[in-house]
Structure formats: structure tokens, C-alpha cells
């Protein structure tokens, strides 16, 4: 973790199921959103529409920088630990508004590998504000990735437990499975948040925690079985 004169510095990284319609369903899981809160000075003084369904031209604008990451700018947080910066980084996938196919990236990878990337670089990408920036960055306040790098310290992965158009629960719960045992290999710690809490169905939240319980066991298990190969059998 580096360290600034204000204190430490913490890169965070916003994950969740990510991609086309078919993939993600009728509505994007909360990643934007919370980011975007998070940033602001005021909560509830956000925008909620963050769309992913962008052009050629603006995916290669400085914003978006031919990445399928946004970076949301810094936020300082004081607390009795102490003063923190926290850096945060959305891992999307934006997709083409003319062919509706995802547009191609930096990093071809698929969404859980490049989603759980520790080190981040884009030259001279621009902190992200929201759509109508992208186009018009000169109309908006402009503000570099520091030195267009980023270790990331640590993960927020997104679970949606409202009900939303075509993305079953199930699915979404075996990306959030995949996406676990991907950051796992980071060795870097990560939280699961529940999103959409203001319109959740209450089942949905009960099964994430007992996947999410279930999910631990078998971490833990693995984790275990990597550090003592001779005890796996
Ligand atoms: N009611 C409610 N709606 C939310 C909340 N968070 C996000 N939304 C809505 O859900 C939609 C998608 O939110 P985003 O934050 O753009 O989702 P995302 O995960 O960033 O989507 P992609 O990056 O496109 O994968 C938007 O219309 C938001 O207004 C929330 O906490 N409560
Ligand atoms: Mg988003």
C-alpha cells in the first residue's frame, strides 16, 4: 500500500458481472452506481445512468482509453485508523452501440481473468465523470490516472439482489463463484457487496449469504490443498 502526504493510499477495484444484454440481463448490477457515490462528495448526489453501450469513437476517447475499466478518481476518508485515499477502478465491458458486440480491448482477456488484474496501465487516461463526458472531456474537469498505473490493493465484487429481466439469480451467482475463485489467486483481500438493497427481494439476499457461506468452505479448501499438495487426497 503506498502512502501520500495525507496518508495511505488505497486502490480498490469494483468488480461484478459484466457484458452484453444476454450476458448481464435487462440492467447493469450496481457497479457504476456505487462507485460513483462513493467518489462524491454528497451520496446521494450521483448519476444513476452510467450506460456501457458506447461508440467506436468514444471508446478511444481518453476517458475510456481502449480499456474495459474506468477510473473513477480519488476520494479522501478520515477515520480513527487514520486518513486514507482510496483510489477506484470499475472493471465493465463495454459493448459496441453499433453491433452490440463487446468492443475490443487493451486486455482480450475474458471478463473474471482481467477483472481480478492487480496491476492496471493506461497512458494518460482520464478520471471518469460520467456519459456526457465522453466526447466533449474538454467541457469537464480532467484529472490523469496517476503516472497511468495502478496496483490495486483490494476488491469490491457486486452481487445485484434486486429481480431484474433476464438474469436469473443462479447465473449470476455462478459468476459471482467464478469471479471468487479468480481473486482468491490475487491474494489480495475482497468484499462482496449486496446491491440494490432499496428494491432487494429478500430471498435473493439469503441465497448469496448461504452461497457466499458455502462458497468460504470451499476457498478455504482450496487454499489448503495448494499449501499442503500432500495432504489433498
Ligand atoms: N434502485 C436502485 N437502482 C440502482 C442501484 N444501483 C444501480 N441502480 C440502477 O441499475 C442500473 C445499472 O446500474 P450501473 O451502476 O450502471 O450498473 P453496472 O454494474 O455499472 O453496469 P455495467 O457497467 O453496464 O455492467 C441503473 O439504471 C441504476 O440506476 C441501487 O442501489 N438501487
Ligand atoms: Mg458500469
Known sequence: MAKNREGKIVNVTVVGLSGTEREKGAAGVGKSCLCNRFVRPRADDFYETHTS???????????????QFLYW????????SGSFTFRIVEQTEFVD?????????????????RAATAKLSSAEKLMYICTDQLGVEQ?????????GKLTVDGFILCCDVSLVANRPLADQLDFVGSLCRQLAKTKRPFVVAATKCDI???QFLRELQSYLARAKVLLLNASFDTSNPS???
Not at 73 to 80: A, N, Y
Open 53 to 67: 453501450l458506447i461508440s467506436q469513437s468514444d471508446f478511444g476517447g481518453r476517458v475510456i482509453n481502449n480499456d
Open 200 to 202: 432487494m427481494v429478500e
Open 231 to 233: 495432504r489433498t487426497s
Open 73 to 80: 478518481g480519488e476520494v479522501r476518508r478520515v477515520d480513527e
Open 97 to 113: 452501440d453499433a453491433t452490440f458486440q463487446p468492443h475490443r480491448s487493451t486486455n482480450p482477456q475474458p471478463y473474471v481473468k
Open 139 to 147: 467541457d469537464f474537469e480532467q484529472l490523469q490516472m496517476p503516472d
